[in-house]
């Protein structure tokens, strides 16, 4: 075989399809593995830059190779898609893989591998957030089952037990309906149970990391934003700056220009859906705290915001403001200055 110089690999569940060139850029290498062969395989063959597809699970695969020596890069997919001919099968992708690993552009926007700590602190934030949404999708199953018996329960989560408690005191409710009732009763306190532990485990690791405490004292950051931060954002040296960290988070808007006509839309929602919906309701709960008077974590240019602006493009553009503080604190080992913070103003249109 000729010396190769790249190469790209399309991963699954049980099959990997390999695509390497040599130095005149002509593919040499077109095969495909089983999942028990791939370590074998890269073991016998000399130290090559190897491109992967970012996933969940290309951070083991990283690991995996990088340990036999093999230099490892992670590709957001969505800079492989560009490079694929036609079609779409495993050749391809690997292809467009090998690809995208030539390109400076590329290069500059690779996925750092996680370490094995990294990916459990992340399967903690992960299992929350599943958890919370289970708990919202039994309380809604409880709220409408019951609302078809004729009973209905004001908003909020605490509303759910007394609930279900007229549930089981109504004799109008079949037995059989109460019968079910109590097993979705029973699958919501488990679900409650198992959120509470969850949450423990996620301030655990905040207590326990220096710059999860830090950043928590920026007044729209708790500690899950915290841990959020500190747990999704594992190279916050590989952002330009803090505009380009808010762009990845998705708090910036979409760009419709043309002809030099300037065009900005909504944001675009990029990135992370937990950590800028974490950022937007932090942002959310302090603008409540100034409406009803708390003026402490106001700036001038957060009331001016206020009054010109609706309350949700206000705690977006907040929003936006946070993560480029946040990504400043993660880069410079500051600490939260107050002062400092509310002197920054940021253009509102290219904020929200």
């Known amino acids: 075989m000729e010396k190769l110089i790249r190469i790209g690999v399309d991963t699954s569940k049980s099959v990997f399809q390999l695509h390497g060139v040599n130095v005149a850029e002509q593919p040499v290498l077109r095969k495909k593995l089983k999942r028990s062969q791939l370590l074998s395989w890269f073991a016998k063959l000399e130290p090559t830059?190897?491109?992967?597809?970012?996933?969940?699970?290309?951070?083991?695969?990283?690991?995996?190779?990088?340990?036999?020596?093999?230099?490892?890069?992670?590709?957001?997919?969505q800079h492989c898609k560009p490079y694929v001919s036609r079609g779409k099968n495993d050749k391809a992708d690997a292809q467009a893989i090998c690809e995208a690993m030539s390109r400076p552009m590329v290069q500059r926007r690779l996925v750092p591998v996680k370490t094995v700590e990294q990916q459990a602190h992340s399967m903690v934030a992960n299992t929350r957030q599943k958890l919370i949404a289970r708990r919202t999708q039994l309380s809604n199953t409880i709220r409408g089952h019951a609302a078809e018996f004729g009973l209905v329960a004001p908003k909020g989560l605490c509303q759910i037990a007394a609930l279900l408690d007229q549930v089981q005191e109504s004799a109008a409710i079949p037995a059989a309906a109460k019968e079910m009732f109590a097993l979705i009763k029973a699958e919501y306190a488990q679900v409650q149970t198992h959120l509470r532990q969850a949450e423990k485990a996620l301030m655990r690791l905040h207590r326990a990391n220096e710059l999860s405490r830090r950043l928590a004292e920026v007044p729209s950051i708790g500690p899950i934003g915290a841990t959020l931060l500190v747990t999704k954002v594992t190279n916050p040296k590989g952002f330009k700056s803090g505009r380009d960290f808010s762009a990845w988070i998705g708090l910036t808007p979409k760009d419709h220009s043309t002809a030099g006509k300037l065009r900005l839309g909504g944001i675009t929602r990029a990135g992370d859906e937990?950590?800028?919906?974490?950022?937007?309701?932090?942002?959310?709960?302090?603008?409540?705290?100034?409406?009803?008077?708390?003026?402490?974590?106001?700036?001038?240019?957060?009331?001016?915001?206020?009054?010109?602006?609706?309350?949700?493009?206000?705690?977006?553009?907040?929003?936006?403001?946070?993560?480029?503080?946040?990504?400043?604190?993660?880069?410079?080992?500051?600490?939260?200055?107050?002062?400092?913070?509310?002197?920054?103003?940021?253009?509102?249109?290219?904020?929200?």
């Open 49 to 77: 830059p190897v491109g992967l597809e970012a996933c969940g699970a290309s951070h083991y695969w990283a690991r995996a190779l990088e340990s036999l020596g093999h230099a490892v890069v992670l590709i957001p997919p």
């Open 274 to 352: 937990a950590l800028r919906s974490v950022l937007v309701q932090g942002a959310t709960a302090v603008i409540q705290q100034v409406k009803h008077g708390n003026v402490r974590n106001a700036s001038p240019w957060l009331l001016a915001l206020i009054k010109r602006k609706p309350e949700k493009l206000a705690a977006v553009a907040l929003a936006s403001k946070t993560a480029r503080i946040a990504w400043k604190l993660m880069v410079s080992g500051e600490r939260y200055n107050r002062g400092k913070a509310q002197g920054l103003t940021i253009n509102v249109k290219e904020a929200a």
